[in-house]
């Protein structure tokens, strides 16, 4: 009888601790086909099903990036790999390609960001006309570049 009523009370608290904790199991299955698939759906075994199908399927890193399959999209430029590495490599000539308002590497880094053809010639003109508050100093480094250009786009 003991034993039985030891049992029933660990039944009782692990039921309750599995409600409670209901919401933030949800909260971590993180983003994928599998949430997709069975995100509205509640309880454990349909939360282990998309947790499982997220991991079989390996797309969370698709996701992430492109800002589908229910994850958040990336928040500004300076998070772009891409970007930073492409700056930080071709710090002089870019710099001379924004001063002139045109050039191949000012086409290279509007093409990293995604502008279309008929806004770079404003892209490019509003960096023109922003070259002082990009490249701050003689100093200054790819990433605070990087982190100016997005500051003078955010601004227009």
Not at 41 to 61: H, M, P, R, S, Y
Not at 77 to 90: C, F, P, Q, R, T
């Amino acid at each position: 009888m003991k034993k039985s009523i030891s049992l029933l009370i660990l039944f009782m608290l692990v039921a309750a601790i599995s409600i409670a904790e209901a919401g933030v199991v949800k909260q971590n299955t993180g983003c994928g086909v599998g949430t997709m698939i069975f995100g509205d759906k509640d309880g454990l075994l349909f939360e282990l099903l998309a947790t499982t199908t997220n991991g079989i399927c390996g797309n969370q890193t698709f996701g992430m990036t492109s800002g589908t399959l229910g994850c958040a999209p990336m928040k500004g430029i300076v998070s772009n790999e891409k970007i930073n590495l492409y700056v930080a490599d071709n710090m002089d000539n870019l710099a001379k390609d924004i001063a002139k308002g045109n050039g191949e590497y000012l086409e290279t880094l509007a093409l990293l960001m995604n502008v279309s053809e008929s806004e770079k010639q404003q892209f490019f003109s509003k960096l023109q006309s922003n070259f002082n508050k990009i490249y701050t100093s003689s100093d200054v480094t790819s990433t605070e570049v990087v982190k100016n250009i997005e500051v003078v786009l955010q601004n227009s």
